[in-house]
């Protein structure tokens, strides 16, 4: 069964530092992988995502993530955060029938 | 533009009194999703539809039901609430569902908050 472990519950940054946000997954079956973004009382938006290909996506807002096989990794990155990046991050794996989301991870700025 | 409306955004029912949330969609899409989220956890698959074909999870209480009557609309309802039940409510669509030759993307709605008192 798929499964998805974000490390941190919480990570705080200052503005315009780089910040990087764990997950790592476990699938026994083709790896479609999903980085979502929830800000304050909304739904949930698409950041980025790994299908095949190149092991580095590009997303919107300025966000990264590199898929990493051997370490079962798909970490988050931002080289300089600003804050509206202040949300709750989501790493997601398509499991059987269904998306398998990690426990999220809480960003917060500090000015 | 193309999207996913939940109404009421904010929702409050009293113990054991029936409640109905409601998600339309302009996308067109085959596939609705109903996740439950509590707070400062991961969405949670309730059930989706394929069309007309309802798709249960196998933990989903059967105080919580679902209708589509027509492809732009889908139902929540919720029984008898209970104070275990506040929660936001995230209504998503897909062109198609999870292992039909996607991947395919999921756009969620914004939510309905569900207080129970």
């Known amino acids: 069964a798929q499964s998805v472990t974000q490390l941190d519950s919480q990570v705080p940054v200052f503005e315009e530092a780089p910040v990087e946000l764990r997950c790592n997954y476990s699938?026994?079956?083709?790896?479609?992988l999903f980085w979502y973004v929830q800000y304050p009382n909304q739904g949930l938006q698409l950041l980025l995502k790994?299908?095949?290909?190149?092991?580095l996506v590009k997303g919107i807002n300025g966000f990264e993530a590199e898929f990493n096989k051997s370490q079962t990794s798909f970490h988050l990155r931002k080289p300089s955060v600003h804050i509206s990046d202040t949300a709750e991050y989501f790493c997601?794996?398509?499991?059987?029938?269904?998306?398998?989301f990690g426990q999220g991870t809480r960003l917060t700025i500090n000015p | 533009d193309a999207m996913v409306i939940q109404n009421p955004r904010y929702q409050v029912t009293q113990f054991g009194k029936p409640v109905t949330l409601s998600c339309s969609q302009t996308?067109?899409?085959?596939?609705m999703y109903w996740y439950q989220q509590k707070s400062s956890q991961a969405p949670k698959l309730l059930f989706h539809?394929?069309?007309?074909?309802?798709?249960n999870e196998a933990d989903t209480p059967d105080n919580f039901q679902s209708r589509r009557p027509n492809t732009s609309f889908c139902f929540l309802d919720i029984r008898s609430p209970g104070l275990g039940d506040a929660a936001m409510y995230l209504c998503?669509?897909?062109?198609?569902?999870?292992?039909?030759?996607?991947?395919?993307?999921?756009?969620f709605g914004p939510g309905t908050r569900l207080t129970v008192t």
């Open positions: 996308l067109n899409h085959n596939v």
């Open positions: 997601a794996v398509e499991g059987a029938q269904k998306l398998v």
């Open positions: 998503a669509t897909s062109p198609y569902p999870i292992g039909a030759g996607g991947p395919y993307e999921q756009y």
């Open positions: 790994y299908l095949s290909g190149s092991t």
């Open positions: 539809y394929y069309d007309k074909d309802f798709n």
């Open positions: 699938s026994s079956v083709s790896v479609y």
